[in-house]
């Protein structure tokens, strides 16, 4: 195939995310395979309209089922709320098509392995969206984790802080429901926590956390795009079924030790996205905010000049950054999902499953359902009970 002819269910935050991401790829990356953007999909059609004349989209369809069985798609993107991801992934498979799937694969890790088996019956290619493993500075962690240059691990702490949902008239919008998002901050923040950590760490063996719901109800909402909503204080109200915070310890299977915050109540943190990993030879350290830094400490440099150190990750020499500006010109969130667009891209071509997969996606949630599981059971759980 000349291009990859893309359908794509869901139309909001993520749409957008994805959208602009397939748009940039023929510019920027000539090279690899060119997404064709054929058709998308969502349930209100005048919104639908305009986001597919907004975003550059061929065609659209409200239906999603139509979308999968047509022939002129190759692949299915997934960025619908979390409790259809199943459903429509599943139906893709058996239609044969290629599948990009946002995160949490899924609303529990029974329905998570029931997608990936079902993909690998197909024989498609299936990748799961953890857009944050794709921050060059975040592949630089990567590269001297896996060159030895900070040593033996001993500690990974990450946090995934927000502050969206303090004001407890912010209406109730489904990503505080639980049959609709599967879980709140623990699976909306907390995995790619969790991803981060398994991606430059290694599996983990055993979790212990605790929760809270700090706000029980809110008032119903009117309307929802993405993180905002509307809605009357004095409407209605509903409960909300999923938690506001989430924090866990973890023993990973290598030996080290972990704790992972996850919550949506930290007044003046916007997207804080952090984590910090400290071996025998080193330590690096990486926030979001400040997604083209990271810093890095080794322990042998001159005890003089010993302290944590600043790169800026825009250099040719760092992952994808050749492909962007000169050195200096930073990137941000939206060039993430691009990168992981090239992996998809390329994966296909190359006919060879992507990473992360749907396999990352079974590991994310058996790790989310241990914490759950801890959580209800006051002890420690290991990753193993949930087999």
């Not at 000539?30 to 305009?50: F, H, T, W, Y």
């Given at each position: 195939m000349s291009n990859i002819r893309i359908g794509m269910i869901g139309y909001k935050f993520m749409g957008k995310a994805h959208s602009n991401a397939y748009r940039a790829l023929p510019m920027f990356f000539?090279?690899?395979?060119?997404?064709?953007?054929?058709?998308?999909?969502?349930?209100?059609?005048?919104?639908?309209?305009?986001a597919r004349a907004q975003f550059g989209?061929?065609?659209a369809e409200t239906d999603w089922r139509k979308l999968v069985e047509r022939e002129d798609i190759d692949v299915v993107d997934i960025n619908a709320p979390s409790d259809a991801h199943k459903e429509i992934a599943i139906a893709a498979a058996k239609a044969g098509k290629h599948i990009f799937c946002e995160k949490p694969l899924a609303l529990n890790l029974a329905d998570s392995v029931e997608m990936l088996n079902e993909a690998e019956k197909a024989g498609v290619k299936h990748m799961v969206g953890f857009n944050y493993r794709f921050a060059p500075a975040v592949q630089l962690a990567k590269k001297l984790i896996e060159e030895g240059r900070i040593g033996q691990i001993y500690h990974f702490r990450g946090f995934f802080l927000q502050d969206w949902i303090v004001d407890p008239s912010f209406p109730l919008v489904w990503r505080l429901q639980k049959e609709i998002a599967g879980s709140g901050s623990h699976g909306d923040l907390g995995a790619h926590v969790i991803d981060m950590a398994r991606f430059l760490?290694?599996?983990?063996?055993?979790?212990?956390?605790?929760?809270?719901t700090f706000?029980?109800?809110?008032p119903l909402p009117t309307a929802m795009t993405g993180l905002s909503a509307k809605g009357d204080k004095d409407a209605p109200k509903g409960s909300v079924t999923v938690d506001d915070a989430t924090l866990f310890l973890a023993r990973f299977a290598n030996g080290a030790l972990g704790s992972i915050e996850a919550t949506r109540f930290a007044p003046g943190h916007r997207c804080t996205n952090s984590f910090e990993i400290n071996g025998s030879k080193g330590s690096i350290k990486f926030d979001f905010e400040r997604v083209n830094e990271l810093e890095v400490y080794f322990s042998d440099d001159a005890a003089d000049v010993q302290g944590f150190r600043r790169v800026l990750a825009t250099d040719a020499a760092h992952a994808y950054s050749e492909n962007w500006w000169p050195a200096g010109h930073t990137i941000g969130y939206e060039h993430t999902f691009t990168h992981e667009m090239v992996e998809f891209m390329n994966a296909i071509a190359e006919d060879r499953q992507p990473i992360p997969n749907f396999v990352d996606g079974v590991e994310c949630q058996a790790v989310l359902e241990a914490?759950?599981?801890s959580i209800e059971e006051r002890r420690w759980v290991s990753i193993s009970e949930l087999r």
């Open positions: 000539p090279n690899v395979k060119r997404p064709q953007m054929s058709v998308i999909c969502g349930r209100d059609a005048a919104g639908l309209e305009q989209w061929e065609s760490v290694g599996e983990f063996n055993e979790v212990i956390g605790m929760s809270e706000v029980k109800e809110r914490v759950d599981k």
